[in-house]
């Protein structure tokens, strides 16, 4: 008797193409994505993320291939900003109306935002005085002072000034956005009315200040915050006053690690539209975000 062959069938065995011949194609694997989409129009992705925008956004105006590096940074950084001026309106509105998990939500998402924040730093961080002066011409009088939304930020954390709406005299939008900011009341201003709603002694005058000016320091405040931390470690103002910390330390980053790119980058130098550059980023990274959040601790 013949044996079984031991390859089976010899129908089941694989053939080459003929001659001349392109194999067949292959079948699309298992949940391969719908290449059809956006066949006639826009893909849905960019409908929704706007890339196309975003990325035809840069106009270097040196022959320099470092200002690109700069500009898209300077770009990313505006978008962060607007992000975490999202996340601390949403958390100064959450606290007007007491609902703390809102408020601590949001600022817990801003500690990761001011993280990827501080480090778009990184590409700009190690350019030489040659480096940056092949393009600094190119900003003209531009200065990261005139950013609008930077300038949002600021206010949120009480850092109010009326002169910082000069420069946008000429953007009615801006100008109009900046103004209604300079008058509600800063993220700080709602952490204390927060806490003087929980019955803890924080002065009328504090709770009554006209939020249109820069916010101080003031000792009964501290004397509030050193209670709340001798109390406690479970206690809901507790654990926002770590949120905030968290948030205060990471803006100090952001001031210092400016600082340092620009000392880096153009020494003691007159700053861009005239300002003082290194001399007032200095001044700038000396100040705490929320002060007596930190002062207090030396006395619990």
């Known amino acids: 008797m013949s044996q079984p062959s031991p390859v089976g069938p010899v129908e ?7 001659p001349g011949l392109a194999p067949a194609a292959e079948p ?4 391969a994505p719908d290449l059809s989409i956006g066949s006639s129009s826009t893909t849905p992705y960019e409908d929704y993320v706007q890339a196309d925008v975003l990325t035809h ?7 320099d291939p470092g200002e690109m590096v700069f500009l898209v940074t300077t770009q990313v950084m505006e978008l962060w900003f607007t992000v975490i001026v999202h996340e601390w309106s949403t958390a100064a509105e959450a606290l007007r109306r007491d609902d703390l998990p809102v ?3 949001a600022l817990g998402r801003s ?13 700009l961080a190690r350019l030489t005085p040659a480096q940056f002066n092949s393009y600094r011409s190119a900003l003209g009088e531009g200065s990261g002072f005139q950013s609008a939304m930077y300038r949002r930020l600021e206010f949120l954390l009480g850092e109010k000034s009326a ?5 946008h005299r000429g953007a009615p939008r801006e100008h109009a956005e900046l103004e209604k900011a300079l008058q509600e009341p800063s993220l700080w201003d709602e952490v204390l009315r927060l806490l003087a709603r929980r019955g803890h002694a924080v002065p009328e005058a504090v709770l009554r200040r006209d939020p249109a000016l820069r916010y101080e320091a003031d000792p009964a405040v501290e004397e509030v915050w ?5 109390g406690s470690q479970e206690s809901d103002l507790v654990r926002l006053g770590e949120v905030l910390t968290d948030v205060a330390e990471l803006v100090w980053r952001w001031r210092n690690d400016h600082l340092v790119a620009t000392r880096r980058a153009m ?3 007159v700053g861009t539209a005239g300002s003082a550059g290194v001399a007032w980023l200095e001044k700038r990274a000396r100040k705490n975000v929320f002060p007596e959040l930190w002062t207090a601790r030396s006395h619990v």
């Open 103 to 105: 408020a601590m939500a």
């Open 111 to 123: 500690i990761h935002e001011l993280e990827a924040l501080n480090a778009a730093w990184k590409p």
């Open 57 to 63: 956004l840069q106009h270097p105006l040196s022959d």
């Open 28 to 31: 699309d694997p298992p949940f």
């Open 226 to 230: 050193s209670a709340v931390y001798a």
């Open 12 to 18: 089941s065995m694989p053939t080459a193409p003929a």
């Open 267 to 269: 020494g003691a130098k």
């Open 163 to 167: 002169s910082m709406l000069v420069p």
